[in-house]
């Protein structure tokens, strides 16, 4: 996991600098056409849908809702571990993910595309991703 | 969607159960798996019934527990006792494995050879304890050097002829259920005190231990943390707070101490309290600090006081869940689809036992009931060490 751990904390750094650079990047409005919904975000007033588990990702704890079954890939579990270690458990309120948004958005993406179980080639994606970025 | 991986992982603690027919009642005798969670909903001590319960968070249970009911020598003559033992571990598994294997035993030992149960048998108990399981330590220690990370938080509680021992060293805790007459109320006494950092009277303790050191207590992300590492200031293991010998390389950094230090930063000695048991003491509630994190001791004593007795350790473990879960703000029926490892972002492993006090049963020590020895966790708690 550590490999790409690092690498997101990269990717994460390298998304900062470059909003830092040009004020106006905005991030794409998604929508998923999957019948599996695994990510939407959602204001502090909406309720949580059944089955999902809500998470605030980044520095200004923007708010998702994620499927409790996702949260349960390696790829959340080193996201989350690393919170852990940093900050412990004993979090106020929904979980925090010390993730930038875009990363997040990114990583979730590939896993609702299906290439969640080759982690190399997760790390490939988000490579390519860091690439991209303006 | 649930995959069938998770299926597995969830469901496979009880798999490992030999299904032999006419096996029901050694399964009942020793508990049921029910995926993370793992339960006794009755059963009956020296001094009246009992109810145990475990849930698991961590990838790897920390948490283990004895319940042990029958003559507490050696020798098969003498008072009978009622022994609970809550074990907290962190770091790993391997002290509150050690403790709940050898801490009983060694209580047997020491009660032997004074000839009775006392505070400072206990007391030698939990110390011969602490110093097998340093020399296990500093056996492993070059294959295995994050052993000297690990550590068990220990509550002991012990009821034997009309009198209840209580020793803690951690931040588990028991309280009482003692019914008021004249208000017919029951409410709840703490009986044990925290070894916590984040107490003022804790700091104090460790301030006054370590007059020369002003970094024994660190205020580390609004948490006080010993030496800014560890937030309890006792317990069995953590021998790299213990030794100078296993605060140095290869212990991973972040248990690492700037000084060579030439006393214990941390104590394995238990606070011990003794009480003579009343006809209003009604129930102990024995609990890891999972428990405590999400209720109060008074909410944990009206569960008890108002819901039937069997399963009732069950029922204080679920409704800590639902906190749990509120806190998270995701529905409680969520938190059960989260795998151990995960589930520690949401709670901890939590282990409750709920001991009745029969008061006729209290007073005559000398009653004769089946011997009881049975470990919380069952196939959750993974092989003995």
């Known amino acids: 996991m550590k ?34 919904f695994l990510v939407k975000r959602a204001t502090v007033a909406s309720s949580v849908p059944s089955g999902h588990v809500p998470v605030n990702v980044g520095e200004d704890k923007e708010r998702f809702v994620v499927s409790a079954e996702l949260l349960n890939h390696p790829v959340f579990v080193g996201l989350l571990n690393r919170s852990a270690q940093e900050y412990g458990y004993t979090q106020k309120g929904v979980l925090h993910i010390p993730c930038n948004v875009f990363v997040f958005e990114q990583v979730v993406e590939s896993l609702r595309s299906g290439i969640a179980d080759d982690t190399s080639e997760l790390i490939a994606s988000l490579s390519g991703e860091d690439v991209s970025t303006e | 969607m649930v ?12 798999w490992r159960r030999p299904s032999v027919k006419g096996d029901h009642s050694t399964r009942d005798a020793n508990g049921r798996c029910d995926g993370l969670l793992w339960y006794k909903d009755s059963g009956n001590h020296v001094a009246g019934e009992f109810s145990m319960s475990v849930i698991q968070a961590n ?8 319940l042990e009911s029958g003559p507490v020598s050696m020798f098969d003559s003498g008072p009978q006792a009622t022994f609970v033992g809550v074990y907290d571990g962190h770091g790993g598994p391997e002290a509150a494995r050690f403790v709940n294997k050898h ?33 296990l330590v500093r056996r492993q220690w070059q294959i295995k050097p994050q052993i000297a990370s690990v550590g068990a938080c220990c509550l002991v509680g012990i009821i034997c002829s009309g009198l209840l021992y209580i020793a803690n060293a951690g931040d588990s805790r028991v309280v009482l259920g003692r019914l008021e007459k004249a208000f017919k109320i029951v409410k709840a006494v703490q009986l044990s005190s925290e070894h916590n950092a984040s107490l003022e009277s804790v700091r104090e303790e460790l301030r006054s231990l ?19 590492i560890i937030q ?5 293991g953590d021998a790299y707070l213990k030794k100078a010998e296993f605060n140095r390389e290869p212990l991973l950094a972040k248990f690492r101490v700037p000084e060579v230090f030439h006393k214990p930063i941390l104590r394995a000695e238990p606070a011990i309290t003794v009480h003579k048991i009343h006809p209003e003491d009604q129930f102990l509630i024995f609990a890891s600090d999972g428990l405590w994190e999400h209720l109060s001791n008074q909410e944990a004593v009206d569960i008890v006081n108002t819901c039937p007795r069997n399963g009732i350790a069950r029922k204080l473990i679920k409704t800590a ?11 409680y029926s969520d938190l059960k689809k989260i795998d151990r490892g995960v589930r520690r972002h949401f709670h901890d492993d939590i282990t409750v036992i709920v001991v009745f006090l029969d008061s006729h049963l209290v007073s005559r020590s000398t009653s004769r009931r089946p011997l009881l020895s049975i470990s919380g966790g069952g196939d959750l708690a993974g092989p003995s060490t």
């Open chain 2, 210 to 228: 370590h007059p020369n050191d002003p970094q024994i207590v660190v205020l580390k992300h609004k948490v006080w943390r010993v030496k800014g």
């Open chain 2, 103 to 135: 801490l009983f035993d060694n209580i047997r030992k020491f009660t032997s050879e004074n000839h009775g149960m006392s505070a400072n048998v206990i007391t030698k108990a939990f110390l011969a304890t602490e110093e097998d399981f340093l020399s």
């Open chain 2, 3 to 14: 995959s069938s991986a998770t299926i597995l992982r969830m469901v496979a603690p009880c």
């Open chain 1, 3 to 36: 490999p790409l751990i690092r690498r997101l904390s990269r990717i994460a750094d390298s998304s900062s600098c470059n909003r830092n650079r040009s004020g106006d990047i905005h991030h794409p409005t998604s929508t998923y056409s999957s019948s599996v």
């Open chain 2, 321 to 331: 869940l639902r906190e749990a879960a509120k806190k998270r703000e995701m529905r």
């Open chain 2, 59 to 66: 990838n790897l249970l920390e948490d283990h527990s004895k």
């Open chain 2, 232 to 236: 309890v200031s006792r317990s069995i």
